[in-house]
């Protein structure tokens, strides 16, 4: 029998019970299992202990790491850092692997050629029969399609030791990933899109939550600054909707401003196109979703609130950006061969 790769999965958590589920579902799933299991604890205020228990087939192979409380890019950063296997799988702590999904893994890193740095495993987000998705489960959804996200990735330890791991000046689970992956292509590393399965289901969420979910338009400045205009092609990165929020922003400040100074006209063709395109929007997250009464008007709520909210986050991202860039947290990139392990 052909023995699995040696690997070590590493989970960075904020405390969700959703932990256990992944744990039960890994040393349930059969195949190889890892070398070990680095849990990085990146609560604030960790209080009681993180883990009742570890399932048997982990408990001996599992450890919990306390992280810096700064996102995870940070966490990650300690738990690959505290492991030696040439193979590093993260997972976040809201996913599900599905059966097989380590044995998966070893088909999947198995016989990949050196240039192959990361290997990508296929995320399912779980949606709801009988009706449409709400825009909540739609963003959620679009996990299914993006590249590099690392709620499912393993990769090549040496290639995180070159390019110094995750940049820790991103402080969200935004464009952290894609930053890695860009700095990884860079040096000529390829990360293919692997066939294991993990489930990622919709956790609850307010109805507000597309508004603090604007925070990461800051980060796309930096990613701008960091990878150049076209990042958003070169990480395949879907082209967002900043340009007509900040339109949209600039026509409501333009009424506003003309009300005070009592030009009713320019109020009027003002407040007209405002009104156009918060109804644009609304309707964009309304159309595609179950249309109920709460949920629309949920939408139409936060559509006003999230173009100037997006705007403001930008600017705030210009605005910082030298004091971000100046941060603690960048790569440290090491020497080539300090401390690798090939597999």
């Not at 001996?60 to 790491?65: A, E, N, S």
């Amino acid at each position: 029998m052909t023995p699995g790769p040696d690997y070590t999965v590493v989970v960075p958590t904020v405390g969700r019970p959703s932990l256990a589920v992944l744990l039960d579902a890994l040393a349930a799933g059969g195949g190889p299992l890892p070398r070990e299991v680095v849990v990085v604890d990146d609560r604030r205020s960790p209080g009681a202990a993180l883990l009742d228990r570890a399932p048997v087939a982990l408990a001996d192979r599992t450890r919990v790491l306390p992280g810096p409380a700064r996102g995870p890019a940070a966490a990650r950063n300690v738990g690959w850092r505290a492991s030696t296997s040439p193979w590093v799988a993260f997972l976040d702590d809201d996913v599900v692997p599905v059966d097989g999904w380590a044995a998966g893994l070893a088909l999947d890193l198995a016989g990949l050629p050196a240039e192959v740095v990361g290997s990508q495993g296929r995320i399912v987000v779980p949606l709801p029969g009988g009706r449409r998705p709400t825009d909540w489960e739609r963003n959620v959804s679009g996990l299914e399609r993006a590249c590099w996200a690392t709620a499912d990735l393993a990769y090549r330890r040496p290639a995180l030791q070159r390019v110094g791991g995750f940049d820790e000046r991103f402080p969200r689970a935004y464009r952290e990933d894609a930053d890695l992956g860009l700095r990884l292509n860079a040096t000529g590393g390829v990360i293919v899109r692997g066939e294991r399965v993990v489930h990622h289901p919709v956790r609850p969420a307010p109805w507000w939550v597309s508004v603090p979910l604007q925070a990461g338009n800051a980060d796309d400045v930096v990613m701008r600054a960091l990878h150049g205009p076209d990042w958003r092609l070169d990480a395949a990165a879907p082209p967002g909707r900043f340009a007509r929020h900040a339109a949209t922003t600039a026509v409501g400040l333009a009424a506003v401003a003309s009300a005070l100074a009592g030009r009713r006209r320019a109020t009027a063709v003002a407040g007209i196109a405002w009104v156009a395109a918060t109804a644009e929007l609304a309707w964009a997250r309304i159309g595609p979703g179950p249309r109920t009464p709460g949920e629309i008007g949920a939408m139409v709520a936060t559509s006003v609130v999230l173009p100037p909210v997006a705007t403001a986050h930008r600017m705030r991202g210009r605005l910082s950006l030298r004091r971000r860039l100046a941060a603690p947290g960048a790569p440290r990139p090491q020497p080539a061969g300090a401390g690798i392990r090939t597999a």
